[in-house]
């Protein structure tokens, strides 16, 4: 049962989520020899004030 998590900033629309969903599982099943049904895609929205890079919010 494989998981693919992705966590990104808020902005994205349902359908670039929904045609990533769709692309990763196509990939995996390709690369993992499984079935579409096994795979769990969950996409996380990290606000900006909550996510630093470098030592920096994304926020500021």
Do not use: Y
């Not at 994205?12 to 990533?20: A, C, L």
């Amino acid at each position: 049962m494989p998981i693919v998590r992705l966590e990104l900033a808020p902005g994205r629309t349902s359908e670039q989520k929904r045609d990533f969903a769709k692309e990763v599982t196509r990939i995996t099943v390709d690369t993992l020899k499984c079935n579409p049904e096994s795979i769990d895609v969950v996409i996380i929205e990290v606000p900006k004030s909550n996510w630093a890079k470098g030592g920096k919010l994304l926020s500021d």
